[in-house]
């Protein structure tokens, strides 16, 4: 470790991991309830664990951002962090102000939440990613605000590269695009479209400003490529991201009650997504091929280079599957979103983050890498998790499509619960898969406390 | 990537190419919000569907049904259960659950007023009659 305020990034590394442990476990206890309907009813019902897995989700992932600012910036900066206790301080904070969240869901029921935490104050709860309670969304705001006076003030102060600057920009972005979901109208068109401004805004244009910039900064450590090189590469993919992300957001207004000529600029615009997707698989692979060193941490390069290709395959390939308005048409709201929601999440936003404490945990302890022990059961843990993805994405994808098929596109429509039962045995696939899935997740874990021949101290 | 095209260009290409985007996306919202007035069904937003959204709200029922399509794909589409099913039959539902069929996914008993559940109802059916582009397919969502 070059700067020993980097060290706060550990706490935040620890806690996003644990964090996805119980995302899962509630996507497993989701799994089985769409095939034994009344499973832990009424103690858990789906839509509580739902918000549990998705919002434990997006706390993970955000602990992971802050965690990796913390990590890079002082060194892209050149300068110890602005305040070392103001970032312990945060960490504290969000985490009980998000375990307390956790809590809140499970043990209330949401309609007394509500009314515990003022939501008639200003009604924000009860939709879609967004569940949480209005302090707890408050609470979010002070938390990115003195998350982000802190980086920046420690970019201000040293060397500002362009990776820095990047990743500032997404975090600026991501912190002013959640300011929308304090706004809720009672129309509910104008609720839904500015409820995307924060969603999809964040997943297709800032986030993915982070993503860049987290990949750039490891491929740099990694490989020993002139940072110049990498750093163009960065802004071109970034440049592709938003000129098609931005207008993209139109892929989300072709049947809310929006102007019909969302179908055209939706679809041609986000059509384009894949292209910064693409490049930026192509962009890893590129660098590792032109590697100037033999670094010794082999289990972060694996996830740089899986980063690149399963964004692509999840936002890019699946995403564009059913992004033209003529086949949303009959997608839309369906298991093939559910699909492609599970890999484009996994395969960006996990992945980077899984990348960068890959790379960043074992210097943080004061060695260059892991054993090769440690690695090689990092590495299963990264196919585990890697393929059973695939095989989730797979199976959600066929339940989809025939869902599609028997429920919408059919002369005789059915039922939607009866077009359930009938695609149960992919629910069933999914389930089992999930739970290879989890098993790759306790290999990860495990792999931090495989002892053996460390590679020496960075 | 060849040496004519330098970081510095890029960068500026990137600041460019998001403003002009950024702009435009902020034109083609404004149009959109103020066309909306004809397909939103403003006219009949009254008190009591204002009062059955804050129900549906706090009741967090996205987290199980979509609504015009957007939410969880675990239950039936409710954006066009109005004319699916009636003002009667949603009422008389809501006020039946959870069924208890053995293995069968349950929806929960929210213990609603009669009040509460007109409202829901007439948020239901303000919501069926905005105008989604002729979503979706068919009634059964
Ligand atoms: C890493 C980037 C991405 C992530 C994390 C992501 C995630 C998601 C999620 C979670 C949803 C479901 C939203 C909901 O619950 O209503 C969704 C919907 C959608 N995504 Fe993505 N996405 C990404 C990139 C893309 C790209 C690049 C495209 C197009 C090429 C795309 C096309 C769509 C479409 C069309 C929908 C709407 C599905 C529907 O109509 O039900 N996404 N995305
Ligand atoms: C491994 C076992 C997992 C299982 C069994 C599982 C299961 C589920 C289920 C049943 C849903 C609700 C679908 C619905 O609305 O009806 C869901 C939603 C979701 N899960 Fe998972 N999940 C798992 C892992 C993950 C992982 C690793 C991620 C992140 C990468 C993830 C991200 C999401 C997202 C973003 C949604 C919302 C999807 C949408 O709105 O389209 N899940 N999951
Ligand atoms: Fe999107």
């Known amino acids: 470790m070059q700067y020993k305020s980097q060290a706060v990034a550990t706490p935040y590394f620890i806690a996003a991991i644990g964090l996805f442990v119980g995302q899962i476990i509630f996507g497993l206890i989701m799994g089985l309830q769409y095939v034994i309907g009344d499973f832990l009813f009424p103690m858990i019902p789906f839509n509580v664990a739902r918000m549990v897995h998705t919002n434990l989700l997006i706390v993970w992932l955000l602990f992971g951002f802050m965690g990796a600012a913390y990590y890079m910036i002082p060194e892209e900066s050149e300068t110890e962090l602005f305040s070392p206790k103001l970032a312990l301080a945060m960490f504290w904070i969000f985490l009980v102000a998000g375990a307390l969240t956790i809590v809140g869901y499970l043990a209330v029921p949401y309609a007394t939440l509500a009314e515990l935490t003022g939501n008639d104050l200003l009604e924000t709860m009860g939709r879609e990613f967004l569940e949480q309670p209005l302090i707890t969304k408050v609470g979010i705001v002070i938390v990115a605000l003195a998350f982000l006076f802190n980086i920046s003030m420690t970019v201000l102060k040293g060397r500002k590269t362009s990776i820095s600057l990047v990743m500032l920009l997404g975090l600026w972005g991501l912190a002013v695009f959640f300011l929308f979901s304090f706004y809720n109208p009672t129309n509910l068109v104008l609720d839904k479209f500015f409820w995307w401004w924060t969603v999809h805004l964040w997943v297709e244009g800032v986030w993915e400003l982070i993503l860049g910039a987290m990949l750039a900064f490891v491929l740099i450590k990694v490989t020993g490529v002139d940072r110049e090189v990498i750093e163009k590469w960065l802004y071109v993919i970034i440049t592709l991201t938003l000129v098609t992300g931005i207008i993209g957001t139109g892929h989300h207004y072709f049947w809310i009650g929006t102007p019909e000529y969302w179908q055209w600029w939706g679809s041609v615009f986000s059509a384009l997504e894949p292209i910064p997707f693409f490049a930026m698989t192509v962009f890893a692979f590129n660098m590792v091929n032109r590697r100037r060193r033999e670094h010794p941490n082999k289990a972060a390069t694996l996830w740089a280079l899986g980063t690149g290709v399963m964004a692509f395959l999840g936002a890019g390939v699946w995403g564009f599957l059913h992004t033209l308005a003529p086949v949303n048409y009959y997608t839309h709201g369906t298991q093939i979103t559910a699909a492609h929601g599970h890999m484009a999440f996994y395969g960006a936003y996990v992945m980077v983050n899984l990348t960068m404490i890959s790379y960043a945990m074992p210097i943080l302890r004061g060695r260059a890498a892991n054993s090769n022990k440690s690695q090689v059961l990092e590495m299963w843990s990264f196919w585990l998790m890697t393929i059973s993805i695939v095989f989730i994405t797979l199976f959600l994808t066929a339940a989809g499509i025939l869902q599609v098929w028997l429920q919408r596109v059919s002369e005789t429509p059915l039922s939607f619960m009866a077009t359930q039962d009938k695609i149960s045995l992919f629910y069933w696939m999914r389930e089992w898969t999930g739970v290879v899935f989890l098993i790759g997740l306790i290999l990860y874990i495990a792999s931090f406390f495989v002892k053996g021949e460390d590679k020496a101290a960075a | ?141």
Not at chain 2, 62 to 70: M, Q, V
Not at chain 2, 72 to 79: K, N, Q, R
Not at chain 2, 84 to 90: L, T, W
Not at chain 2, 122 to 140: D, G, H, M, Q, V
């Open chain 2, 1 to 141: 990537m060849s040496g004519a095209f330098t970081k510095s260009m890029a960068r500026n290409i990137f600041f460019g190419g998001t403003v002009f985007f950024f702009l435009l996306f902020l034109a083609l919202s404004f149009d959109s919000t103020a066309t909306l007035p004809k397909r939103d069904n403003r006219a009949n937003l009254t008190p009591a569907v204002a009062n059955g959204k804050k129900i549906w709200e706090t009741r967090n029922c996205i987290g199980c049904h979509t609504l015009l399509g957007e939410g969880a794909y675990f239950a039936p589409e409710l954006g066009n259960v109005y004319p699916r099913r009636g003002g009667d039959f949603i009422k008389a539902w809501i006020k039946g659950q959870p069924s208890g069929a053995p293995g069968r996914r349950q929806m929960p008993q929210f213990n609603l007023t009669e009040q509460q559940l007109d409202d829901l109802v007439a948020f239901l059916k303000y919501t069926s009659e905005i105008n989604t582009a002729n979503w979706p397919p068919n009634i059964e969502g």
